[in-house]
Structures are given as C-alpha cells and as structure tokens.
C-alpha cells in the first residue's frame, strides 16, 4: 500500500509556512508533505500552477485546502484520480460560475470587507491587504497578539481577479470525498456558508471547532492534521 502525498495550499492573507504546526504533525506521523505556494493572482491561474505541482507528484495525493485555497484545489484536482481525498480548512468550495465574493456574502458573519486595504497595481487589477491594526481581529482572534501582529506584517494579499472569478464546471468535490473543519467564530467565511458547502459537497465527515478563528492551520494544528489523517485512513485502501 503507498502512503499518499499530503499537499497542503493556503489562501488569501497567508503563505505556505502559516502550514508549519500541521506539517511537523504529518511528518511525525510518517507522512511526506508538500506546502504549495498559491499565487493568489485568479483562480484559473492559481489552479494550473497548483496542478502542476499534483503532476509532478507519483502516488496518490490528499488534497488540503484553507480558505480561499478551498476553492483552488476544487478546481486543481479536476479530472486526477490521484486524488483520492480533499480537506477545506475553513474554506470555500465552489460550485461552477461561483466566485468566493459571492459566497462569502451569501450568508450573514463575513466582517472581512471592513477591514481591507486596497493597493492599486499597474496592470489595472487591484491587490487586497487586511489592515494591520485589524488582522488579529479579524483573521486570527485565536492567536497570541506576538504572533497574529507577525501573520499581518507577512500576509500575501490577494488579486481583486481571484475574488471575482467564478469557479469552472465539474469542481472536484463532486468526485472525491471530502472532509471540512468548520471553525465557530470565522470573520472571513462565515461558518453557515461553511456547512452549507460541506453540506452540498456530501461531506463524508464535518467538524465544528468551537472558538476558533480563521486562522486554524496556526491556531489548532493538532486539529487540523488529526482530520487531514482521518482522510488519509479512511482511502488508503
């Protein structure tokens, strides 16, 4: 039997080392793990490049996403029969032409619009930034104020495109069997939006983590990998 690759993409206001508590636990476990780095400049995009990287990976794979990553490795994992389990960490998983701006509205909770900084680029497209003074607030109320302020000064902000664009037809999750973490008190995604997906999605398993904020990958690691070594378990066969 081979032990699958566990791949983990992050989202909007993070980067890859915001997985660091959840890899340590994987790697105890036995487990090879790789941290993809999403671009965040549009979903199209940002799924070929993470889809490349599931490419160039031999044996299957358990797909985990945070955020707005959700909605990446639904698209990434279209099609790839390696992928044999997908996590949504506090994330988004997109039904065709749904944008994570759409979804993130559609329920009441979501305080994340008050609190960004917008910075204009060159190529007309906008990057979106959460406001220093606001990111432990709003992104990581869980944390230590030391490591919230050090998540805001290394946050990677996310294109105005990736957003607005509208997911594609046939989303992974329609195929694999998924598993979603669902923290209390998100201020990013709100959590009824949160089941409503998982719901959709015939999660095969759905944990609520009471008082817990966006920021679960930091915050909860333990959490975070017990449930992405559920899924390992249960389609290792």
Do not use: C
């Not at 993809?36 to 889809?51: E, M």
């Not at 009441?108 to 959460?130: E, N």
């Not at 104020?145 to 046939?170: C, I, K």
């Not at 959590?191 to 944990?207: L, T």
Request: net charge negative; aromatic share 6%; charged share 15%.
């Amino acid at each position: 039997m081979t032990q699958p690759t566990v791949v983990l993409v992050h989202g909007a206001f993070a980067e890859s080392a915001s997985w660091g508590g959840v890899i340590a636990r994987l790697q105890s476990a036995g487990h090879r793990t790789v941290a993809a780095a999403n671009p965040l400049r549009s979903l199209s995009g940002d799924a070929a490049s993470v889809k490349a990287v599931l490419d160039s990976i031999e044996g299957p794979v358990v797909l985990v996403g945070h955020s707005y990553g959700g909605a990446v490795i639904s698209a990434a994992a279209q099609g790839n029969r390696a992928v044999t389990a997908l996590v949504y960490v506090a994330a988004f998983a997109p039904q065709e032409g749904e944008s994570i701006a759409e979804l993130s509205g559609r329920y009441p909770g979501s305080t994340l619009g008050d609190t960004i900084q917008p910075v204009p680029l060159a190529d007309g497209s906008t990057d979106l930034y959460i406001r220093q003074e606001l990111f432990h607030q709003q992104f990581a109320a869980d944390l230590s104020a030391e490591d919230a302020a050090l998540a805001a000064a290394t946050q990677r902000p996310l294109s105005d495109v990736a957003l607005n664009e509208g997911a594609p037809a046939d989303p992974a999750w329609q195929h694999a069997p998924s598993w979603f973490l669902v923290p209390e008190l998100d201020r990013n995604i709100p959590p009824q939006a949160q089941r409503f997906m998982a719901e959709r999605a015939g999660a095969h398993e759905v944990v609520e983590l009471a008082g817990a904020s966006h920021a679960v990958p930091v915050s909860r690691p333990d959490e975070v990998a017990d449930a992405i070594l559920r899924a390992v378990k249960a389609t290792a066969a």
